[in-house]
């Protein structure tokens, strides 16, 4: 089946999604990138990170989590609960992704991206930040195929997922010197889940996404080898605010 851009009526409407098409010099079609934002935001930030990558021969998807935050918060989880921290108040990261792994398993790769656009595993690829990268890393577990690779910004693996064992999808893990949930077992809970785990640790402390050049650089690195390209994908100076 040839490659064909996917639309948004390959997926259920229920799906809150945009797509973003590649540099209209792009050569060939060969990529998917899903862009999974984090806890209590929106896939509208996402979108901004998609056409500020530009990156070459990839069309990328900003998913929008599926259920709103309660009591008027705005924004949306990945989780099938929500739960507090009894300590410090503040929302719980790992709650399941049941409803989640359903949705970008069968819904967005299976049914929509492989069988009506005519994709391949190898070539669908995830960047998440925070809860937005545990449920990339969920959907991945439920999978024996290989995906492209997984781009992880403070996301450890699931709880729920640590069954898992020799998977041969490649991840990318990034986080703060300090303050992260990036800590010495999560990195360990992913290695005995994943075959291939590269662990970047950044100056900064906390988890947030990159805002340099030299913060940005180990996931263009990431994509260079990972991205399908007759091109080549450039190690540019991509900021990300």
């Known amino acids: ?72 918060l705005g924004g949306f989880h990945w989780g099938d609960d929500i739960q507090f921290d009894q300590g410090t108040g503040s929302m719980e990261f790992d709650t399941g992704f049941t409803k989640t792994i359903k949705i970008i398993k069968e819904d967005i790769i299976e049914k929509g991206l492989v069988s009506k656009c005519g994709y391949k595993h190898r070539e669908i690829m995830f960047l998440g930040f925070g809860q937005g990268a545990m449920a990339a890393i969920a959907a991945a577990t439920s999978m024996t195929e290989e995906l492209g690779g997984i781009i992880s910004i403070g996301g450890p693996i699931p709880a729920s997922c640590k069954h898992a064992k020799g998977l041969t999808t490649p991840i990318l893990v990034l986080g703060g010197s300090s303050n992260t949930l990036i800590t010495r077992t999560a990195l360990t809970n992913v290695k005995a889940s994943f075959q291939n785990v590269e662990y970047h640790k950044w100056s900064k402390a906390g988890d947030s996404m990159p805002q340099s050049r030299e913060e940005m650089l180990p996931i263009m690195r990431f994509f260079a080898r990972r991205l399908k390209s007759r091109k080549g994908v450039p190690e540019g100076s991509v900021e990300i605010s």
């Open 1 to 72: 089946m040839p490659y064909r851009l996917p639309t948004q009526s390959d997926f259920p409407h229920s799906i809150h999604l945009t797509i973003t098409l590649p540099p209209p010099t792009s050569p060939q079609l060969t990529n998917i990138l899903i862009l999974l934002h984090g806890l209590g935001d929106t896939s509208a930030s996402f979108t901004t990170l998609g056409r500020q990558l530009a990156l070459p021969e990839t069309t990328c998807i900003s998913l929008q989590a599926p259920t709103p935050l309660p009591f008027e």
